[in-house]
């Protein structure tokens, strides 16, 4: 039998009026039956993708197809998708049995029938008895299988749920996972779930949709993306990993951490990569017997095992092992060819547009660029009004001209004193991930673009930083 | 003396005392005394067999319902409209509906006289109806208030859950947003209703002679019958607690949100 898929995402973008766009270009397939999970920090847009779904929320452009018809229009009373909803939304007004016959009463449902549905939900959420208690003595956990019961009596085609668990306690939440895990194998009901909790999407589903800041970055079942990921973000976002940049030296051979490393991605060489490796797949050895060495910096007791900090030169590694290690001592490391998972590094360079202004001069964000402009655009020269005039002798029109700059994530410096002198444009670091010896920040600034930035400092999210974009280290290109 | 908590509440009880129980037992004294200061129960066999103090005692009822009624009937849409509106001048609103209050109380009932005679020509015309506009005039705030309170604290999710399951936006309002604002019309009622039915001075204002509760009480004062009307004030209390009674239980459950919405 051919799987078909219940639900289909085209294109979704939503964009906000105020011209923020919470979702981007967002493809997805699911068939039916499965368990997919969104995931992604908050405010990558997972909750609007939901929302869509629901009917909440209207996609600016794209189509929701239920079943191969598009309900992207519809509103939510007639999708038969219901919500199970973070904070539950029980309706305070009505005992436990009325708020999970709601959704029958509204179909118009005969009363014996209602009453049957309503106790068979309640006995599959472990609550029978409960018809007549009101919502305010229920706990937490109660609260919460109300909600699912409220929704799934409907015998909706797709049940979503949005952070479900969030305001559970760890026991309590790790019991609910499992639990919900269980029903939707016994009930055969599509889930498209909801969660910042990287373990528990790890858990729960047959689906990952990794997101950040409203795009997709990896859809793939929970072993693809642990071991994998396709780009630094999901490496950083599920598990811990060591990210470290590199380049292919040979075939099948990476150099990255001061060492050359045997791998099984075959990218050709000269490549940049950037190497993922999970803090377990690092073995630490006696100093002569690993593929490079480092000194340890930092044990820390985690339970069921230890974990150990190496510096390797310049570069960090962080090990999970069972055996602990002296701070101080010198180790060896090894890491297994499957151990290493290589990505074609992104290029990060930073592209943005600049300005000629009336008086001919460069300018960026209200600051002028002290560079000649003579050498950027090809064949041009200054007549004695400073005016810029262009090969064919014509003075160049400021308004027909683009230039666009790029400048290296390396290049940029970020300080604190955002009203420097030299300070071209100020913003606030939206994310951070640790590359061994470097962070990666991406600097959400003032005038809506991002710019990457490394630096081997820590800095916090959400830091409010000037960038110092030294003009010689920008490269111009102009475009017509 | 060791100082504790309690004492800190000596300055209530005196002041609840002195102003609360006191006046009370002097009200309940002359209440249930004659002239002479024999005890007796005529002041208040004399109201229920009167039909004067009976009519009045309909016709405040009958202002304040209709009053009530008005003012809910204006409200509650507006209060609705303001609160789910995305307006970022929503407060702005809320205040020119409270504004009015900041004015002087009997310079607002003669503006309104001015307006309502330039309309009707003699306000002698519709006694009955000017009160009821003056009173839904000056109480209206009372009622928009609470019920904007509770409407704008409602838990957005909720209507989207009843949407979600099925509800359209009618019956998700009549489900979920009606019955979860009625804390809020409760208060609103009994901040209206009941001032309305002793709140004589609008009508005299408007020139409407009929008495009603509070114009009563007032004329047997004047005419030095404290007897009688001592009396007719314990009624017009005993009125009171028997309606506060019987909206604290309609909205028992909700007693947390009808806190709340009290302003």
Known sequence: ??????????NITKTYEDGFTAVGDFN?????????????????????????IAGFDLPSSGEILLNGKDISKIPP?????????????????????????????????????????????????DLEGFENRSVSTLSG????????????????????????????????????????????????????????????????????????????????????????????????????????????????????????????????????????????????????????????????????????????????????????????????????????????AENNTNFFAVDMNRNHRLEYNGNVLDTSLTKIIKGSHRNENKELIDENGEVIDPDKIRIVAAIEPADITMTDDTDAENVLLTGTISSLIYKGDHYSYVIQTELGQDFIVDDEYLWNMGDMVGLIMPINKMRFTVKK | MKFSRKSLGIPYAVFLLLFVVGPLLVLFYYAFTNGEGH????????????????????????????????????????????????????SVLIMLFVMPMWINFSLRITALKEILTLIEGNLAYYPFLNSVIGMTYDFLPFMILPIYNTIVRLDGSLIEAAKDLGANDTRAFLKVTLPLSVPGIVSGVSMVFLPAMTNYVVLDMLYNSTYIMGSLIG??????????????????????????????SGSAEDSGVRGGALL
């Open chain 1, 1 to 10: 039998m051919e799987e078909k898929n219940i639900i289909e995402l085209k």
């Open chain 1, 28 to 52: 997805l397939e699911v068939k039916r039956g499965e368990f997919v999970t969104f995931l992604g920090p908050s405010g990558c847009g997972k909750t609007t993708t939901l929302r869509m």
């Open chain 1, 77 to 125: 009373y007639e999708r038969p998708i219901n919500t199970v909803f973070q904070r539950y939304a029980l309706f305070p007004h009505m005992n436990i049995f009325e708020n999970i016959a709601f959704g029958l009463k509204q179909k118009k449902t005969d009363k014996e029938t209602i009453k049957k549905k309503v106790k068979k939900m309640l006995e599959l959420v």
């Open chain 1, 141 to 344: 956990g109660q609260q919460q299988r109300v909600a699912i019961a409220r929704a799934l009596v409907n015998e909706p085609e797709i049940l979503l749920l949005d952070e479900p668990l969030g305001a559970l306690d760890l026991k309590m939440r790790q019991e609910m996972q499992l639990e919900l895990k269980s029903m939707h194998d016994r009930l055969g009901i599509t889930f498209i779930y909801v969660t910042h909790d990287q373990e528990e999407a790890l858990t729960m589903s047959d689906k990952i949709v990794v997101m950040n800041e409203g795009r997709i970055q990896q859809v793939g079942t929970p072993e693809d993306i642990y071991n994998e990921p396709k780009n630094a973000f999901v490496a950083d976002f599920i598990g811990e990993s060591n990210i470290i940049n590199g380049i292919m030296t040979g075939p099948l051979k990476a150099r990255f951490s001061g060492g050359v490393f045997e791998c099984v991605d075959d990218i050709p060489e000269g490549t940049q990569i950037t190497a993922v490796v999970r803090p377990e797949d690092v073995i630490l050895t006696a100093p002569e017997q690993g593929q490079i060495r480092g000194k340890v910096t930092s044990v820390i007791f985690k339970g069921m095992h230890y974990e150990i900090t190496v510096q390797c030169g310049r570069y960090e590694m962080v090990a999970k092992s069972t055996k602990t290690q002296q701070i101080g001592d010198t180790v060896g490391i090894r890491v297994e060819p499957d151990g290493i998972h290589i990505m074609i």
């Open chain 2, 39 to 90: 005890f007796t129960l005529r002041n208040l066999t004399d109201f229920f067999t009167d039909p004067n103090t009976l009519g009045t005692l309909f016709y405040s009822l009958l202002v304040a319902a209709v009053t009530t009624v008005f003012c809910l009937l204006l409200s509650y849409p507006t209060a609705y409209i303001l609160a789910t509106s995305k307006l970022k001048t929503k």
């Open chain 2, 219 to 248: 004329s047997y004062f004047s005419a030095y019958n404290w007897h009688g009307g001592s009396m007719i004030a314990l009624i017009l209390l005993a009125l009171i607690c028997i309606f506060t009674l019987i909206t604290d």
